[in-house]
């Protein structure tokens, strides 16, 4: 189990990440965060569930589920990195 430290380093990793590359799915956030989708499938789930990221489905070939900030992951994101 991570320090609760590691976890919240993990959580502004993510959302630095989508903020900066998104949209995008979950295999390149994987890729870009260096871990494994099993890990990122989790910590999306959750993000969504609180509301901080939506997931939509891109329409254009291949479709993908394609992750972005929601207007409060930004603020969450602004006032963790600021605070």
Do not use: H
Request: glycine share 10%.
């Amino acid at each position: 189990m991570p320090a609760v430290g590691e976890e919240w380093d993990f959580i502004i990793l993510l959302l630095k990440t989508i903020a900066r590359e998104g949209p995008l799915n979950q295999t390149r956030l994987a890729q870009l965060t260096g871990t494994n989708k099993n890990k990122i499938g989790r910590y999306v789930e959750a993000l969504r569930v609180r509301g901080l990221i939506e997931k939509r489905v891109d329409p254009g070939p291949p479709r993908q589920t394609l992750i972005e900030l929601t207007e409060q992951g930004k603020c969450i994101l602004s006032c963790l990195v600021q605070g």
